[in-house]
C-alpha cells in the first residue's frame, strides 16, 4: 500500500500564476467561463461544469465556505472583498511567494501589487512579458534601429527595475522553434508590423523574423544577468499551434552555449508534453519544469500521471511547483491544496517502490514546493527561503 507523503508543514512559491483582478466576477456565466481555454460560448456556459476539474473545484468551495451549489458560493465570494478573498484563501493555502506574469490580465485590471502583497502575505516576484513589451515598443517606434535600441534598454537592467526575468509567450504568436535571422529578414518583417500599425493602431507580433530576432536581445541580456526565462508550452487557449508548442522546439536555445547561464523555465508541465518537458529537464543545466496545479484544468488522476512522469526521470532540484493561476484567487488555493496532495501520493509510491526513503521523498518534496523558486527568483523573506 502507497503512503501519502504528509506535505501540509511546506508553504509553496506559486512558482508561475497572474494578477488577481480587483473587480471580481459575480454572475454565474462570467464565473463559469474562468475555467475553460474555450471561445465557445456553449462550452462556456454549460459543458465547463461538465469536467472534472470545475466539479471538484465547486465541491472543494462548497466546504470552504460552508455553502451549498454554484450560487452559494458566488453569494459566499460577493460577501467579501477582493482582498478579504486573498487574505482567506492564501491564508488557508499557506501560500508564501508568487511569481506574477504582469502581462495578462490587463495592469488596469488587475489588483494593486502592494495591496495584493499586503492581502496576500506572500512574496511577491514580477516578470516581464517579452511580446507585449515588444508590441508595445513596435507602435512606439518607427524606425527598426529605435526599435532595437528600446528593446536592448528594456532588457539592459531587469531587476534594477523591479523585475525578477522575462515570460515568452512565442508559442501563441510563431512558435518555439525560435531561429536567427539576417538584419534583411528582421528589417522586412518590421516593415510588415508597422504596416499592421498603421492601418490598425496597434501590432499582434506575429511576424517571426521580428519575434525571434528581438526575442534573442532578451535571452542575450537574460544571459549576462543570470535571468530566468519562462516559456509558456504546449496547453492554452485555441490560438496556440500545439504542433509547434512542443518544448523540443526549444532545443536551439538549449544547446546554444551563449545562453547557458539563462535558465529556461518549461511551463504548465508542458502538457501534454510532459515526457518531453522532464526529459529536457533531466539533461540540460538550464533547463526546469514547472508542474502546474490549476491550470491545465485537470482531473486528479491526470496531474498525478503528469507528476510522477516529471518525478520519475528530472533531478528533483529541477522541478518547481505552480497553479498558472489568474484573475481570482481561488484558482491559486486548489492548485497548492491539490498540489501538495499529488506532489505527496507520487513520492509516497516512490518510496513503496524503494526508489526514495522517507526523508528523502519529504525532502524532494520541500524542493519542489518551495526551495527550487527560492533559489531561482531570489527569494529571501516571508518565511520562504
Not at 463559469?32 to 462556456?44: I, N
Not at 472543494?60 to 472583498?81: N, P, Q, T
Not at 530576432?213 to 508550452?233: G, N, R, S
Request: charged share 25%; with cysteine; glycine share 8%.
Amino acid at each position: 500500500m502507497t503512503n501519502l507523503v504528509d506535505l501540509t508543514d511546506v508553504p509553496v512559491v506559486d512558482n508561475h500564476c497572474h494578477a488577481i483582478e480587483a473587480l471580481q466576477p459575480v454572475g454565474l456565466a462570467e464565473w463559469r467561463a474562468l475555467f475553460t481555454e474555450s471561445p465557445d460560448p456553449g462550452m462556456r456556459a454549460k459543458d465547463v461544469v461538465e469536467t472534472a476539474f470545475y466539479r471538484r473545484l465547486t465541491r472543494s468551495l462548497e466546504e470552504f465556505f460552508g455553502v451549498s451549489g454554484e450560487d452559494g458560493v458566488l453569494r459566499a465570494r460577493a460577501s467579501h472583498s477582493t482582498a478579504e478573498l486573498v487574505a482567506k484563501l492564501f491564508d488557508d493555502a499557506s501560500i508564501a511567494g508568487v511569481v506574477i506574469d504582469t502581462g495578462y490580465p490587463a495592469p488596469e485590471k488587475a489588483m494593486d501589487a502592494t495591496e495584493f502583497a499586503l492581502a496576500s502575505g506572500a512574496e511577491y516576484a514580477a516578470l516581464i512579458r517579452l511580446e507585449v513589451e515588444f508590441q508595445r515598443l513596435i507602435v512606439a517606434h518607427g524606425r527598426y534601429d529605435d526599435l532595437v535600441a528600446s528593446v536592448r534598454e528594456l532588457v539592459s537592467d531587469v531587476r534594477g527595475t523591479g523585475f525578477a526575468g522575462f515570460k515568452s509567450i512565442a508559442a501563441y504568436r510563431t512558435g518555439l522553434a525560435i531561429e536567427r535571422w539576417s538584419d534583411e529578414d528582421a528589417h522586412a518583417a518590421y516593415a510588415q508590423a508597422r504596416v499592421e500599425v498603421d492601418s490598425t493602431g496597434s501590432v499582434r507580433l506575429g511576424y517571426k523574423p521580428l519575434l525571434d530576432t528581438l526575442l534573442h536581445l532578451a535571452f542575450e541580456a537574460a544571459a549576462v544577468q543570470e535571468l530566468p526565462v519562462q516559456f509558456h508550452v504546449g496547453y492554452g487557449d485555441p490560438d496556440v499551434d500545439l504542433r509547434r508548442a512542443s518544448p523540443l522546439e526549444l532545443r536551439s536555445i538549449l544547446e546554444d552555449s551563449a545562453y547557458r547561464s539563462m535558465p529556461v523555465v518549461l511551463l504548465h508541465g508542458c502538457w501534454p508534453y510532459v515526457r518531453e518537458g522532464a526529459y529536457l529537464a533531466s539533461v540540460y543545466g538550464n533547463a526546469y519544469l514547472d508542474l502546474s496545479f490549476a491550470i491545465p484544468f485537470l482531473s486528479i488522476g491526470e496531474m498525478t500521471s503528469m507528476t510522477r512522469a516529471a518525478l520519475a526521470v528530472a533531478p528533483f532540484t529541477k522541478l518547481m511547483y505552480s497553479s498558472d493561476g489568474s484573475r481570482v484567487p481561488e484558482l491559486n488555493w486548489i492548485a497548492a491544496k491539490d498540489g501538495r496532495k499529488v506532489i505527496g501520493s507520487v513520492l509516497g509510491e516512490l518510496v513503496s517502490d524503494g526508489d526514495l526513503d522517507a526523508g528523502q521523498a519529504h525532502r524532494a518534496g520541500e524542493q519542489v514546493l518551495r526551495d527550487n523558486a527560492v533559489k531561482l527568483y531570489g527569494f529571501r523573506s516571508n518565511g520562504v527561503s
